[in-house]
Nanobody, 116 residues
């Protein structure tokens, strides 16, 4: 069983920064990839960034150069450092974790609001 808990969301001015954390309670399960998704009202949920257990990362084009994903494998925790935030980054951000088996888990989400 895997449970994910996100934290770090909040309200910031455009150009500001936030750091999101996702702590995974793995219960003996091993995690391959972790990632962050986001969903704005009336919009589809989109992939923001992913990171494998080996440290390979991938980002959606709109956040490249501004966001950075990282993870602490020993603590089964993923982070999303968000810099130079824009109003269009406003969304609920969800953590995702994938086991080596391919089974995935979702966190409950944390709200990020960027004011202009």
């Amino acid at each position: 069983q895997v449970q994910l808990a996100e934290s770090g969301g909040g309200l910031v001015q455009a150009g500001g920064s936030l750091r999101l954390s996702c702590a995974a309670s793995v219960r003996g399960r091993r995690i391959s990839a972790m990632g962050w998704y986001r969903q704005a009202p009336g919009k589809q949920r989109e992939l923001v960034a992913t990171i494998t257990s080996g440290g390979l990362t991938n980002y959606v084009d709109s956040v490249k150069g501004r966001f950075s994903i990282s993870r602490d494998n020993a603590k089964n925790t993923a982070y999303l450092q968000m810099n130079s935030l824009k109003p269009e980054d406003t969304a609920v951000y969800y953590c995702n974790a994938e086991q080596f088996s391919g089974f995935t888990y979702w966190g409950q989400g944390t709200q990020v609001t960027v004011s202009s």
